[in-house]
């Protein structure tokens, strides 16, 4: 059980577009998701939250325009990434977690913007 | 606010003998500890996690991690390595709060701990 699914897994796109990432908690309701952004070999870095049905709570320095999440139930969250760039390649996951303690990771998207 | 210490980025052992990546943490009140895997272009897997009881907790791939709460640490170890616990390894942290809500179940990661297992 506990499983949460990304898609696309990797990703490339031109820059000035925009991506959507999605994240699915497939066997239980997460009223909770997290988006983490990571560069190679670094840890996570937690880039927003979200909880169902309202808006997300970024961290400091993450620009909220351009990193646009919607979790509009509560087994989706999206993460979309508008008018990328080359900068804004790296690998991004999502995890998410019910009323328990614990969080739940998906596989991640590898994004490369050329 | 919590924090978390991996002081090794690399650690190297040869197979069959016992490992140990290090952990520390810092956090207001009791902590929930928790050690995740992440293979290469994989998100991470949960192997183990500490929330109260015995100090020492037994998780997945025979991996096991004593909490030690006088030296707020939390080491992960495992008897015999093998080649395939080569991976990144992350020791996180989230504080026990009487209200849990969303933000709330936030986890501070450690910068990650490269295991390569030598055969």
């Known amino acids: 059980g506990a499983v949460v699914s990304q898609h696309p897994s990797w990703v490339i796109c031109k820059s000035g577009t925009s991506v959507k990432i999605e994240c699915r908690s497939l066997d239980f309701?997460?009223?909770?998701?997290?988006?983490?952004?990571?560069?190679?070999k670094q840890s996570l870095m937690l880039m927003a939250t979200s909880n169902e049905g309202s808006k997300a709570t970024y961290e400091q320095g993450v620009e909220k325009d351009?990193?646009?999440i919607n979790h509009a139930s509560l087994t989706l969250s999206t993460?979309?990434?508008t008018s990328a760039h080359p900068e804004?390649?790296?690998?991004?996951?999502?995890?998410?977690?019910?009323?328990?303690?614990?969080?739940?990771?998906?596989?991640?998207?590898?994004?490369?913007?050329? | 606010a919590q924090s978390v210490?991996?002081?090794?980025?690399?650690?190297n052992v040869a197979e069959g003998n016992p490992l140990t990546v290090k952990c520390t943490y810092s956090v207001s009140g009791n902590p929930y500890l928790f050690w995740y895997v992440q293979y290469p272009n994989r998100g991470l897997q949960f192997l183990l996690k500490y929330i109260t009881g015995d100090n020492l907790v037994k998780g997945s791939y025979g991996f096991e991690a004593e909490f030690n709460k006088s030296q707020t640490s939390f080491h992960l170890k495992k008897p015999s390595a093998l080649v395939s616990d080569s991976a990144l390894?992350?020791?996180?942290?989230?504080p026990i709060l009487l209200i849990s809500s969303g933000s709330a179940r936030q986890l501070t990661f450690g910068s990650g701990t490269q295991l390569t297992v030598l055969p």
Do not use: H, N
Request: glycine share 4%; proline share 5%; net charge neutral.
């Open chain 2, 89 to 94: 390894y992350f020791c996180a942290v989230r």
């Open chain 1, 66 to 68: 351009k990193f646009l």
């Open chain 1, 29 to 40: 309701q997460a009223t909770t998701m997290f988006w983490y952004r990571q560069f190679p």
């Open chain 2, 5 to 11: 210490a991996q002081p090794e980025d690399q650690v």
């Open chain 1, 79 to 81: 993460l979309t990434v």
């Open chain 1, 88 to 114: 804004d390649s790296s690998f991004y996951i999502c995890s998410a977690s019910s009323v328990s303690y614990e969080q739940y990771f998906g596989p991640g998207t590898r994004l490369t913007v050329t």
